[in-house]
């Protein structure tokens, strides 16, 4: 993380539906988790997803995710997810998402999101979601 690059932090309880029989989080559930922490980012910022799609005809997509299973998370557990925008391009962003439990960290996601037009291409991120993004960053 650079110096003065801002964090958003967002609780999740582990929850039974989350694991499998043995307590153990589903590789999976980490990328639902990261979808609401960054929507909460992302509003904190001021953009709302509805508003996005309605006013600019856009919404953003995921286009890669990349991950990195460091330590397991189970059942009960609070994890603390905190996310960061590390890089913003023409019509893409990037996103880092640390998946804490105690401070030990458990997993770490990468996720390029695309803004797409409602013909389902990319198009360029609006000025006035840019300037939020960066303003936040």
Same mark, same amino acid.
């Not at 909460?40 to 509805?50: D, P, V």
């Given at each position: 993380?650079?110096?003065?690059?801002?964090?958003?932090?967002?609780?999740?309880? =582990?929850?039974?539906?989350?694991?499998?029989? +043995?307590? =153990?989080?589903?590789?999976?559930r980490? *990328?639902?988790f990261?979808?609401?922490?960054?929507?909460?980012?992302?509003?904190e910022?001021?953009?709302?997803?509805?508003s996005?799609?309605?006013?600019?005809?856009?919404?953003?997509?995921?286009?890669?995710?990349?991950?990195?299973? =460091?330590k397991?998370?189970?059942?009960?557990e609070?994890?603390?997810?905190e996310?960061? *925008?590390?890089?913003?391009? +023409?019509?893409s962003?990037?996103i880092s998402?640390?998946?804490?439990?105690?401070?030990?960290? *458990?997993?770490? =996601?990468?996720?390029?999101?695309?803004?797409?037009?409602?013909?389902?291409?990319?198009?360029?991120?609006?000025?006035?979601?840019?300037?939020?993004?960066?303003?936040?960053?």
């Amino acid at each position: 993380m650079s110096e003065g690059q801002r964090v958003h932090t967002f609780p999740v309880r =582990i929850y039974f539906e989350d694991t499998d029989a +043995g307590g =153990i989080v589903y590789h999976s559930r980490y *990328l639902n988790f990261c979808e609401r922490a960054r929507a909460e980012l992302l509003r904190e910022c001021g953009i709302e997803s509805m508003s996005m799609m309605n006013e600019h005809k856009c919404g953003f997509a995921v286009r890669h995710a990349e991950m990195d299973f =460091i330590k397991p998370a189970h059942l009960d557990e609070e994890l603390i997810i905190e996310s960061r *925008l590390i890089e913003m391009k +023409g019509a893409s962003s990037k996103i880092s998402h640390l998946i804490k439990y105690q401070n030990d960290l *458990l997993v770490e =996601i990468k996720i390029v999101l695309v803004c797409m037009g409602h013909g389902e291409r990319p198009v360029r991120i609006p000025d006035p979601i840019r300037k939020e993004m960066v303003a936040w960053q």
